[in-house]
């Protein structure tokens, strides 16, 4: 993740910090894009970070802009982002999974 949306990435720390949720800091700079969602939204700029995703948890984000959350499965590893109304990020996964296929 790091490689495709190292300014994404960042963000996410900041707002984590702000919000007393740092423990989550090292998982999520290890993350890894195993997919991109395809629900077809517009709107939509989520992936997946695990092969499977069970979602237990969720830690929101108070993003400046569009919506940002975190699904947690029930060993609270990060399974999924989610991101929404986030143009910049949508069109960095696309170039992201345009040199991937
Ligand atoms: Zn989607």
Known sequence: ????????????????????????????????????????????????????VKVANYVELQSMEGQVIIDLNADDEICFIEVLGRPDVKYLLEEFYDAQS
């Open 1 to 52: 993740m790091n490689d495709v949306l190292p300014d994404l990435l960042e963000e996410m720390v900041y707002l984590l910090k702000q919000q007393g949720a740092d423990p989550l800091e090292s998982k999520l700079r290890a993350l890894r894009i195993e997919s991109i969602c395809d629900c077809g939204d517009e709107n939509c700029a989520s992936f997946a970070t695990a092969v499977e």
